[in-house]
């Protein structure tokens, strides 16, 4: 612990992490939540003080959720700091990754500031990603057409494998 989820938006970080923490009966801890409940809505803060400034906060919600023994959900960007970077290299890290084609249904409502120009910010972004996301994974699951609660037992399947090792 922590185990910790990345992957890039719509991928089913959140969905997905928080059924496994059940399974593993440990906390549950979305980074990008815990922005939100102090610092207000994403998109405002992006308005207000800029993705800069996000990157700023995003930091510090990683830094403090990696000293906890929880399975942890990084907002998409989060893997772009060097520090979050390095704390990853010795962490147990799932790495979920979607195809454009099944991201086009998840991404709707328009809450994700980075994403003005739709699914082509979304490719954009991923494929300045992907390596980084690829680089720091320990596992990695595609999310795209199978259901969430089957990737969430392989997963719990996995670590608890890992653990009687």
Known sequence: MPIVFIGPM???????GRRV????DVPFIDTDKRIVEHYGPIGEIFAREGEEYFRIIE????????GEPAIVSLGGGAVLNADTQSDLENATVVYLS???AAVQARLGGGKRPLLAGGIT???RIYNVRRSTYEALATIHLDT?????SGIADEI??????RNDE
Do not use: F, H, M, Y
């Open 10 to 16: 719509a991928a089913g970080k959140t969905k997905i």
């Open 21 to 24: 923490a059940r399974g593993l």
């Open 59 to 66: 930091r510090e919600a990683v830094d403090w959720a990696l």
């Open 98 to 100: 979607v195809t454009t």
């Open 121 to 123: 910010d979304w490719e």
């Open 144 to 148: 795209s057409n199978r259901p969430i």
């Open 156 to 161: 719990v399947n996995w670590v608890q494998e």
